[in-house]
């Protein structure tokens, strides 16, 4: 046999292939959860367990949003997944095991559970090597993709949003972080901070303040990148607090209400649009009723117009089942007038939402799911104070403008109105007595400790305010030294002065020193040391006596 033989063999083989996929009808290995049918029809696996475990698996994810998630689910539930031997001499036969985060994604990929057939998803090719390279080709360049071919665990649309999260969450590993799952850290816009200046998405990074974790947004992608200083950091227990109060906020009764009568109105135009489809099918009805009568009164003996109209009538009984599908399907989809128990149902929401918000017993990533349902992003520009510009999922924009949060320090400073008490009664108190003073009215210092003589005196120094003995040596009172020197008398004579008055003095410290005043001219000096000897009568006699005698001799 010729090689061009051969070739034409093989051309023929492949159109046959091509042929029956295109038809659906190609045989295929299935994934577990389907099976074939004794007459070839895909149909779901007759074993229930198998069922309810790959249902499981998709009702998880579609609760969760993360494929990680799943795995974490079926490990802390002790769950196993089934699975289909393709080799050995166990070939098809099903076996348990505990679910594997690569078995998820291959079952969330696989679009023959959405009850799709699909051929030509990979393209082969063989390498400069020899080695052969398998590619994932894009949806628009498979061979063949028939939806709604044969049950499935879920609807195609269902699969189309499972695989728009799942892009969401790869491209959340690369630069682009605004899909990433919510995680349990207590940063709200985890994954949905916008940089204000570069327009890069900011990361989330942490910092223990009193045994708690406080979240700060970082735009660092592109300092990482070339070595250069970080974009901006932006604490964000003030950013998220304001969000969250905004979100609360938003759904308030009145948006409720606006809420309900959007529905009322899209119930009207649903309504419109019903009648309109319920007009196509009665026109459909028309038309196959008339191409019946015409085929009827046609003469049987007339073959060539009877078949021609046998087929204009089985035409239009195809487009009568058509339109009734149709309709059908829409009338089922749509949703009816609500009642009045929902109506009061959806308006309660609005005031237990605070409520359910604020408690602590709520998951953090319960708040996350909720905020990422209502907001785009928040983009972050830190000046001279926060702004966050909140974008709504609906279209609605927020501007938001909050201080900057002070630093560790500032937050440790003296209180502004302890500083100032302290500079006024410095002027008549020294430090003890102001530190009882304010304590009594129940001031305290920075980190919250009392105040006492020693912290009065730092914070005096610290803040550059006189004490109260240089306030009383400018107001001109004189140590002890200096006003002993001015009046000429002992430091001792000074303080005994004090005491009885002659001077006025005033407690300048802690040390019980004082400070005086200079006396005016007409001060009257209390007589000091000893009175003069008067001699007695009898001594002075004897001393009379023995002087003339003496004298004599």
Known sequence: MSEAELHLLKARLRGGVLSKARRGELIQRLPVGLVYAPSGRVV?????GVQ???????ATFAATGSAFAVVKAFTTQGLSFPRRLAAGPNKGELVWGPLQHSRVLQVLHNPRYAGAFFYGRHTHRIGPGGKPTIRLLPREQWTVLLTDAHPGYLSFQQFEANQARLAELAAARGTDRRASPPREGPALLQGLTVCGICGGRMTVRYHTRADRQVPEYVCQADGIRHGTPICQRIPGAGIDA????LLVSTLTPLAIQAALTVADELVARAADADRIRAAAVERARYHAD????RYLAVDPQHRLVADTLEADWNTTLRELADATDTYQHATQATTGQLTAAQRQQITQLATDLPALWNDPATPQRERKRLTRLLITDVTLTRT????AHVRLRGGQDHSLHLPIP????QLRQTPPVVVSAIDELLDDHTDAQIATILSARGLTSGTGQPLHARLIGQI???Y???????RLCDAGLLTLAEIARRLAIHPNTVKKWRNDGLLTGRLANDKGEYLYQLPGPDLTRPRTGRPPHRPSPTTTTETTAASTTGGAV
């Open 44 to 48: 779901l696996d007759p074993d229930i």
């Open 52 to 58: 309810q475990a790959v249902r499981h698996l998709f």
């Open 242 to 245: 304001a969000v969250g109060a």
């Open 290 to 293: 008339l191409a019946r009568r």
């Open 384 to 387: 001279d104070q926060i702004t």
């Open 406 to 409: 002070l630093a560790a320090w």
């Open 460 to 462: 005096r120094t610290h």
């Open 464 to 470: 550059q305010l006189p004490s109260h003995t240089q």
